[in-house]
């Protein structure tokens, strides 16, 4: 290696060096590589030869690995070479503290701060630990003292500080660092490791209940059209509040709507009292909420809930939602709506879209999509929401118990119920699973099994319900649910969800049986109450080449009335060149016996191409699109987006369309994503009508420090406090530090191990981190954690400084200041990067420690604007000997 004289040894391997060593000999690679060249002598050299002409013996391993030769380092003329001998033995470290990566039998286990301390006078630093830490680290230090060898009882580690050879306590562990790569990785016996079976796992005694603090979530949304002289507004504020208190949560949830001739109306979502329940890994919940709907009908209820979170346990999957997929022939706006209730609300451009971030009050229920165009024009489609299949682990069990009062929109007399639900993992391939609904005058049961089979994963169930209604008229029927799911790997096809119901004439739901109630009760006929006969849903993607293929859909049939509703959509999407481009397709179709197929039906064919137009982050994509819609004909759409800053801050849109029926027509739209809110505006306009509509999103957080505005919250948050850091990057990137110090990091996974980090770029130079390291936490869902880094001023000041002979200060100079503290070192030049000083005093430089090696400066730093320092400051003062 160029710069560098090493003995036999030295290259076998790259050394473990420390950091400053590498840039040491980086910078002077070139120098020591000419030394070489022109006959300069190793520092590793052969014995000369014996009194008796004999050659010597091999040469003896070099007392030191690798050899510095400091006289090429530029130190200036007349001065001694820098003593760098702390650098020069191969894996050397000094003892002290570092911040390492964790690596344990080849898995990753997070940061972690590693002592060093010598175990020999001048030999190289040796880790120690704590007993805690490598439990942390996933070492089961119990079995390891039960396996010690030769050793009559158990011999346990002590808790306090170890820094002896680790294999004492855990026999058969080697531990290896690389301080050049940072990082600690430990090999121990299989038997004395126990990792979680899921990497970021934490257990129930590290949960945070977080801080009392109150939270608002808000996504606001005007919109305003004028069509054939006819003006329509509409204004949607949706709300998503809560207060903590230890470890209870209140939430509430609303939406306030607003319409032309329609007076504002606030409606009420929920609100509900929740904690967890570690020992149960159950969550319990007091108040308006709803039911999950996973093996019953989803309920809304007053009352009291207790049921199982799988988020508290080791690798378990997330709720299902749906993706709704649409499309919009102009910049229209999109509401979606479950049981009756307004769930979201948004606009879109023209073109295909897509809602991921959909946050739905249950786990299941059908969502009613409704696009509104900017003429004014409507349409709308079913989202089918159903479960997967139930199976569970071997001996894994979760249950559900609700009691309360039902809450059914438009009925007068909501019953008190009782509902539990029970599953559980009889081995790997079976799961039992049941559950009963009881209430005055009505009552049903529920019995299934779930398989994992070969060909894939089934579940059936048969629920039996029987309902007395008034003038003792009596009802039962039954209901058969099947489902099936299956990824075929070596065709790329996912049968998501396959799923047939079928119920006969006499079976009630709880809300049916409360809906043929109050129709008796008017003296209408019972089959004048529409009930479901036959369900079908299907969910099915294929990987075809490069490109996927998909297809969903629903069809149901009812008892009470001949029609028959089907909702199909399929496309397939590739990229070829550069160019993406999708084809899709859109049915839906409502029947009624004797009419024609064509009554209530509805299709759209829609063709997509997407390219860039050059290359860059900031480069517009032109995006078009061509639709055939059964009713409103044939539409061609060209779209120019872009961002307009590097950052990605600021978005736009630019679409112009000439549709058959409508005529041509041109909009724009503009997105601006603050540090603490989201903000767009969109315009259109075409024949005989005009859009307008813009939007805001964002939350307020109020805490033991204040209150802070943050971007849209999610369930789980955190709190960072870092003094004085205005501007730096917290967590990834997407929160910044206000002018308070205190930023808020959204949507941690509750039960988990969250790790936050600070980007301390654009944060004033004046201020320090007093670590730079990651933090991890792993928070109580719904919890608000406080989490805090530790901040110093640090006044940044560059200093040109020469010698009295005009010469540039050594280079690696130690500079101190008056306390004996050290400041900073000597750069290129003489020039001298200090933090931390007083506005006047006396710096001392040294690089030896002779007289001579020594000088001091006085220095006065210019006065300070109230302001934060935005760059350094510069000063020249010279280095004057010593007094």
């Given at each position: 290696?160029?710069?560098?004289?090493?003995?036999d040894?030295?290259?076998t391997?790259a050394p473990?060096?420390?950091?400053?060593?590498?840039?040491?000999?980086?910078?002077?690679?070139?120098?020591?590589a000419?030394?070489?060249?022109?006959?300069?002598?190793?520092?590793?050299?052969?014995?000369?030869?014996?009194?008796?002409?004999?050659?010597?013996a091999a040469?003896?391993?070099?007392?030191?690995?690798?050899?510095f030769d400091a006289?090429?380092?530029f130190?200036?003329?007349?001065?001694k070479d820098?003593?760098?001998?702390?650098f020069?033995?191969?894996?050397q470290?000094?003892?002290?503290?570092?911040?390492?990566?964790?690596?344990v039998?080849?898995?990753?286990?997070?940061?972690?701060?590693?002592?060093?301390?010598?175990?020999?006078?001048?030999?190289?630093?040796?880790?120690?630990?704590?007993?805690?830490?490598?439990?942390r680290?996933?070492?089961?230090?119990?079995?390891?003292?039960?396996g010690?060898?030769?050793?009559g009882?158990?011999?346990p580690m002590?808790?306090?500080?170890?820094?002896g050879?680790?294999?004492?306590?855990?026999?058969?562990?080697?531990v290896?660092?690389?301080m050049?790569?940072?990082?600690?990785?430990?090999?121990?016996?299989?038997?004395f490791?126990h990792?979680?079976?899921?990497?970021?796992?934490?257990?129930?005694?590290k949960?945070e209940?977080?801080?009392?603090?109150?939270?608002?979530?808000?996504?606001?949304?005007?919109?305003?059209?004028?069509?054939?002289?006819t003006r329509n507004?509409?204004?949607?504020?949706?709300?998503?509040?809560g207060?903590?208190?230890?470890?209870?949560?209140?939430?509430?949830?609303?939406s306030?709507?607003?319409?032309?001739?329609?007076?504002?109306?606030?409606?009420?979502?929920?609100v509900?009292?929740?904690?967890?329940?570690p020992?149960?890994?159950?969550?319990?919940?007091?108040g308006?909420?709803?039911?999950s709907?996973?093996?019953?009908?989803?309920?809304?209820?007053?009352?009291?809930?207790?049921?199982?979170?799988?988020?508290?346990?080791?690798?378990?999957?997330?709720?299902?939602?749906?993706?709704?997929?649409?499309?919009?022939r102009?910049?229209?706006?999109?509401?979606?709506?479950?049981?009756g209730y307004?769930?979201?609300?948004?606009?879109v451009?023209?073109?295909?879209f897509?809602?991921?971030d959909?946050?739905?009050?249950?786990?299941?229920?059908?969502?009613?999509?409704?696009?509104?165009?900017a003429d004014?024009?409507?349409?709308?489609?079913?989202v089918?929401?159903?479960s997967?299949?139930?199976?569970?682990?071997?001996?894994?069990?979760?249950?559900?118990?609700?009691?309360?009062?039902?809450?059914?929109?438009?009925?007068a007399?909501?019953?008190?119920?009782?509902?539990?639900?029970?599953?559980?993992?009889?081995?790997?391939l079976w799961?039992?699973?049941?559950?009963?609904?009881?209430?005055?005058?009505?009552a049903?049961?529920?019995l299934?099994m779930?398989?994992?089979?070969?060909?894939?994963?089934?579940a059936v169930?048969?629920?039996?319900?029987?309902s007395?209604?008034p003038?003792?008229?009596?009802?039962?029927g039954?209901?058969?649910?099947?489902?099936?799911?299956?990824?075929?790997?070596?065709?790329?096809?996912?049968?998501?969800?396959?799923?047939?119901?079928y119920t006969?004439?006499?079976?009630?739901?709880?809300?049916d049986a409360?809906?043929?109630?109050e129709?008796?009760?008017?003296?209408?006929?019972f089959?004048?109450?529409?009930?479901?006969?036959?369900?079908?849903?299907a969910?099915i993607?294929?990987?075809?080449?490069?490109g996927?293929?998909?297809?969903?859909?629903?069809?149901?049939?009812?008892?009470?009335?001949?029609?028959?509703?089907?909702?199909?959509?399929?496309?397939?999407?590739n990229?070829?060149?550069?160019?993406?481009?999708?084809?899709?397709?859109?049915r839906?179709?409502?029947?009624?016996?004797?009419?024609?197929?064509?009554?209530?039906?509805?299709?759209?064919?829609?063709?997509?191409?997407?390219?860039?137009?050059g290359?860059?982050?900031?480069?517009?994509?032109?995006?078009?699109f061509?639709?055939?819609?059964?009713?409103?004909?044939?539409?061609?759409?060209?779209t120019?987006?872009?961002?307009?800053?590097?950052?990605?801050?600021?978005?736009?849109?630019?679409?112009?369309?000439?549709a058959?029926?409508?005529?041509?027509?041109?909009?724009?739209q503009?997105?601006y994503?603050?540090?603490?809110?989201?903000?767009n505006?969109?315009?259109?306009?075409?024949?005989g009508?005009?859009?307008?509509?813009?939007?805001?999103?964002?939350a307020?957080?109020?805490?033991?420090?204040?209150?802070?505005?943050?971007?849209?919250?999610?369930?789980?948050?955190?709190v960072v406090?870092?003094?004085?850091?205005?501007?730096?990057?917290?967590?990834s990137?997407q929160?910044?530090?206000?002018?308070r110090?205190y930023?808020?990091v959204?949507?941690?996974?509750?039960?988990?191990?969250?790790?936050i980090?600070i980007?301390?770029?654009?944060?004033?130079?004046?201020?320090?981190?007093?670590?730079?390291?990651s933090?991890?936490?792993?928070?109580r869902?719904?919890?608000?954690?406080?989490?805090?880094?530790?901040?110093e001023?640090?006044?940044?000041?560059?200093?040109?400084?020469?010698?009295?002979d005009?010469?540039?200060?050594?280079f690696?100079?130690?500079?101190?200041?008056?306390?004996?503290?050290?400041?900073?070192?000597v750069?290129?030049?003489?020039?001298?990067?200090?933090k931390?000083?007083?506005?006047?005093?006396?710096?001392?430089v040294?690089?030896?420690?002779?007289p001579?090696?020594?000088?001091?400066?006085?220095y006065?730093?210019p006065?300070?604007?109230?302001?934060r320092?935005?760059?350094?400051?510069?000063?020249?003062?010279?280095?004057?000997p010593?007094?």
């Amino acid at each position: 290696m160029g710069g560098l004289s090493g003995s036999d040894k030295a290259g076998t391997g790259a050394p473990a060096v420390r950091p400053l060593a590498v840039l040491v000999a980086g910078l002077f690679s070139g120098a020591c590589a000419a030394a070489h060249a022109d006959g300069v002598t190793p520092a590793a050299v052969p014995e000369p030869a014996t009194a008796g002409g004999e050659q010597p013996a091999a040469p003896r391993a070099a007392s030191r690995d690798v050899v510095f030769d400091a006289s090429y380092l530029f130190t200036g003329a007349g001065q001694k070479d820098i003593d760098l001998s702390r650098f020069e033995r191969e894996g050397q470290i000094q003892a002290g503290s570092y911040r390492l990566e964790i690596n344990v039998n080849g898995r990753w286990q997070g940061m972690e701060d590693i002592v060093f301390a010598e175990r020999e006078p001048g030999a190289s630093a040796q880790p120690c630990f704590k007993r805690e830490q490598l439990e942390r680290m996933g070492v089961d230090m119990d079995k390891a003292a039960r396996g010690q060898s030769g050793s009559g009882e158990p011999n346990p580690m002590p808790d306090s500080l170890f820094c002896g050879e680790l294999a004492q306590y855990v026999p058969g562990a080697k531990v290896s660092v690389d301080m050049a790569e940072q990082k600690l990785t430990l090999q121990v016996p299989t038997l004395f490791v126990h990792f979680a079976t899921s990497s970021s796992f934490v257990g129930p005694e590290k949960w945070e209940s977080g801080v009392s603090a109150a939270m608002l979530d808000y996504n606001a949304n005007l919109y305003s059209s004028e069509s054939r002289g006819t003006r329509n507004s509409s204004a949607y504020v949706g709300l998503n509040g809560g207060v903590n208190l230890g470890r209870w949560r209140l939430r509430h949830n609303g939406s306030l709507s607003w319409s032309s001739g329609r007076s504002g109306r606030y409606q009420s979502g929920s609100v509900y009292l929740q904690t967890d329940v570690p020992a149960w890994r159950s969550q319990l919940v007091l108040g308006e909420t709803s039911s999950s709907g996973e093996l019953f009908d989803s309920l809304s209820f007053r009352g009291v809930q207790l049921s199982s979170d799988a988020r508290m346990l080791p690798d378990n999957e997330r709720n299902y939602a749906p993706v709704i997929n649409g499309t919009a022939r102009s910049n229209a706006k999109v509401s979606v709506s479950q049981r009756g209730y307004l769930i979201y609300e948004t606009s879109v451009a023209p073109g295909a879209f897509a809602i991921r971030d959909l946050q739905v009050n249950s786990d299941g229920g059908d969502l009613l999509v409704k696009v509104v165009e900017a003429d004014g024009a409507e349409s709308s489609f079913v989202v089918p929401y159903a479960s997967t299949p139930q199976l569970l682990r071997r001996d894994m069990q979760r249950y559900s118990l609700i009691a309360g009062q039902l809450k059914q929109p438009g009925v007068a007399d909501d019953p008190f119920f009782v509902q539990a639900i029970y599953k559980r993992g009889l081995d790997g391939l079976w799961t039992a699973y049941t559950g009963a609904i009881a209430s005055s005058d009505y009552a049903s049961a529920l019995l299934g099994m779930a398989a994992n089979t070969r060909v894939g994963a089934f579940a059936v169930d048969l629920t039996r319900a029987q309902s007395r209604q008034p003038e003792g008229r009596r009802f039962h029927g039954n209901s058969l649910r099947l489902s099936f799911s299956k990824r075929l790997d070596a065709t790329g096809t996912n049968f998501s969800l396959l799923a047939y119901r079928y119920t006969t004439s006499g079976f009630l739901s709880l809300t049916d049986a409360i809906a043929v109630k109050e129709q008796l009760r008017q003296q209408q006929p019972f089959d004048s109450v529409v009930r479901q006969r036959h369900r079908f849903d299907a969910n099915i993607s294929q990987q075809w080449g490069r490109g996927s293929l998909y297809a969903n859909g629903s069809m149901q049939q009812f008892w009470g009335d001949s029609s028959k509703e089907i909702n199909f959509s399929a496309g397939y999407g590739n990229s070829w060149r550069g160019v993406s481009y999708s084809l899709s397709v859109q049915r839906t179709r409502s029947l009624t016996q004797g009419l024609s197929a064509a009554n209530g039906s509805r299709t759209t064919y829609l063709l997509n191409l997407s390219l860039p137009l050059g290359e860059g982050r900031r480069t517009p994509t032109l995006n078009s699109f061509v639709t055939r819609d059964s009713n409103s004909g044939l539409q061609a759409t060209a779209t120019v987006s872009g961002v307009m800053d590097e950052q990605g801050k600021v978005n736009y849109s630019v679409s112009a369309s000439d549709a058959e029926q409508g005529g041509a027509s041109g909009g724009a739209q503009l997105g601006y994503r603050l540090p603490y809110a989201q903000l767009n505006a969109s315009v259109s306009a075409g024949q005989g009508y005009r859009q307008y509509s813009a939007g805001a999103a964002g939350a307020l957080v109020a805490h033991p420090g204040g209150l802070t505005l943050s971007r849209s919250l999610g369930e789980t948050i955190a709190v960072v406090r870092v003094p004085d850091a205005e501007g730096a990057l917290v967590g990834s990137g997407q929160a910044r530090v206000d002018g308070r110090g205190y930023a808020v990091v959204p949507s941690l996974t509750p039960y988990h191990l969250n790790t936050i980090d600070i980007d301390p770029k654009g944060m004033p130079l004046d201020v320090e981190l007093k670590q730079t390291g990651s933090k991890g936490l792993a928070p109580r869902a719904g919890a608000v954690v406080m989490l805090s880094y530790d901040t110093e001023m640090a006044r940044a000041t560059l200093i040109n400084s020469r010698l009295p002979d005009n010469k540039p200060l050594p280079f690696a100079a130690t500079v101190r200041n008056r306390a004996g503290d050290s400041v900073g070192v000597v750069g290129q030049g003489g020039r001298i990067l200090a933090k931390g000083l007083e506005p006047s005093g006396e710096l001392s430089v040294s690089w030896g420690e002779a007289p001579e090696q020594q000088c001091r400066i006085d220095y006065q730093l210019p006065k300070r604007d109230d302001g934060r320092q935005q760059r350094y400051e510069v000063l020249d003062a010279p280095c004057q000997p010593r007094r």
